[in-house]
């Protein structure tokens, strides 16, 4: 059974950072391309970044801030978001999502077969 799992999420204040992590069970990881959606209250889910199976191919939403960097470890079954300079409009649920695509999935839920719980990340002003 595959399982996502994310944690790191919490609230914080404006101007620090966060670093997600999702520990991935069940499944082959390295054979999965990865990313990252987060959900604001009141608005869909929305693309945050994906990172390839290698890790060598790396795709940010065009309104993602550079603020942000994904990056996995295979070895560890993880993928990461790294979230620096935090600000109010980042508060979101941030899920971690997986899919066997072999070649960079699409920027839609839909496009994903795997998603976890959600972590919820709150900053203050």
């Known amino acids: 059974q595959v399982q996502l799992v994310e944690s790191g999420g919490g609230l914080v204040q404006a101007g620090n950072s966060l670093r997600l992590s999702c520990s991935a069970s069940?499944?082959?990881?390295?054979?999965?391309?990865t990313g990252w959606f987060r959900q604001a209250p009141g608005k869909e889910r929305e693309f945050v970044a994906a990172?390839?199976?290698?890790?060598?191919?790396?795709q940010y939403a065009p309104s993602t801030p550079d603020r942000f960097t994904i990056s996995r470890d295979n070895a560890k079954n993880t993928v990461h978001l790294q979230i620096n300079r935090l600000k109010p409009e980042d508060t979101a649920v941030y899920y971690c999502?997986?899919?066997?695509?072999?070649?960079?999935?699409?920027?839609?839920?839909?496009?994903?077969?795997?998603w976890g719980q959600g972590t919820q990340v709150t900053v203050s002003s």
């Open positions: 999502t997986a899919t066997t695509s072999t070649i960079l999935p699409g920027l839609t839920p839909a496009d994903y077969n795997y």
């Open positions: 990172i390839s199976q290698s890790g060598g191919r790396i």
């Open positions: 069940g499944l082959a990881f390295s054979n999965y391309y």
